[in-house]
C-alpha cells in the first residue's frame, strides 16, 4: 500500500542542525510532490515546502527561506528535509506528505526536540 | 498569502449530534482548492475532504463539505466516538499551502 516511513526521533542543541527522511512505497515516487509540514506542541499545522521528486524543484514557506533544504534521493524514494540553526521554537512533529495538491498520504511524523 | 480562519475554536458537542464547521478565506479560493483534515491525539491528520466537497477514499458519509469563493463548512451529520478531533481547513493558492488554525471537537 502507499505510504511514508520517517525517520526517528531527534534530540538537538541550539544552533545545530537536523535532517529528516521520507521513504516512499507503494506508488511512483517522482511523480507527486513531496511536502513538509511541522506541528509544534499543542499547535496548528505549518507549511515548511515541498519538493518534485523528477526534478527536484522546491518551493520553500518564506518563514523558512534560508534556514529549510529540501532533498530527494530517488534511487531509493526518499525524501529529505533538514533545518538548520535550530532553536527551541524548533520543536515539533515533522511530517512529510504526498501532495496531490492535497495532502493524501501522511508520515506518522518525527518529533525533533531542540534543547540545550 | 491567504490566510484562514477557523470558527469556532472549540465546539462541544454529544454522540449523534451535529457538528457544524467553518473556514474563511481572506480572499477567494481558486478552484475550490480547499481541503479538510483530521486529526486525532497522536495521530498524523488525515484527509476528509477535496475540492470543497469531495470524500476522500474511506471517508464515511456523515462527512460532508460544502460552499465556494471565501467561505467553506465541513459538516458531520451525527458524532460517533472517534470523531472527536481538531480539525484543520487548507488551501493551494499561487504555489503557497495555509492551513487554518484548527477547530476541536470535543465531548461534551
Known amino acids: 500500500q502507499v505510504q511514508l516511513v520517517q525517520s526517528g526521533a531527534e534530540v538537538k542543541k541550539p544552533g545545530a542542525s537536523v535532517k529528516v527522511s521520507c521513504r516512499a512505497s507503494?506508488?511512483?515516487?517522482?511523480?507527486?510532490?513531496i511536502q513538509w509540514v511541522r506541528q509544534a506542541p499543542g499547535q496548528g499545522l505549518e507549511w515548511m515546502g515541498r519538493?518534485?521528486?523528477?526534478?527536484?524543484?522546491?518551493l520553500y514557506a518564506q518563514k523558512f527561506q534560508g534556514r529549510v533544504t529540501m532533498t530527494r534521493d530517488t534511487s531509493i524514494s526518499t525524501a529529505y528535509m533538514e533545518l538548520t540553526s535550530l532553536t527551541s521554537d524548533d520543536t515539533a512533529v515533522y511530517y512529510c506528505?504526498?501532495?496531490?495538491?492535497?495532502?493524501?498520504?501522511w508520515g506518522r511524523g518525527t518529533l525533533v526536540t531542540v534543547s540545550s | 498569502e491567504i490566510v484562514l480562519t477557523q470558527s469556532p475554536g472549540t465546539l462541544s458537542l454529544s454522540p449523534g449530534e451535529r457538528a457544524t464547521l467553518s473556514c474563511r478565506a481572506s480572499?477567494?479560493?481558486?478552484?475550490?482548492?480547499l481541503a479538510w483534515y483530521q486529526q486525532r491525539p497522536g495521530q498524523a491528520p488525515r484527509v476528509l475532504i477535496y475540492?470543497?466537497?469531495s470524500r476522500a477514499t474511506g471517508i464515511p458519509d456523515r462527512f460532508s463539505g460544502s460552499g465556494s469563493g471565501t467561505d467553506f463548512t465541513l459538516t458531520i451529520s451525527r458524532l460517533e466516538p472517534e470523531d472527536f478531533a481538531v480539525y484543520y481547513c487548507?488551501?493551494?493558492?499561487?504555489?503557497?499551502?495555509?492551513f487554518g488554525p484548527g477547530t476541536k471537537v470535543d465531548i461534551k
Open positions: 506528505a504526498r501532495e496531490n495538491w492535497y495532502f493524501d498520504v
Open positions: 507503494g506508488y511512483s515516487f517522482n511523480v507527486y510532490y
Open positions: 519538493i518534485f521528486p523528477k526534478s527536484g524543484a522546491t
Open positions: 480572499q477567494s479560493i481558486s478552484n475550490n482548492y
Open positions: 475540492g470543497a466537497s
Open positions: 487548507q488551501q493551494y493558492g499561487g504555489s503557497l499551502f495555509t
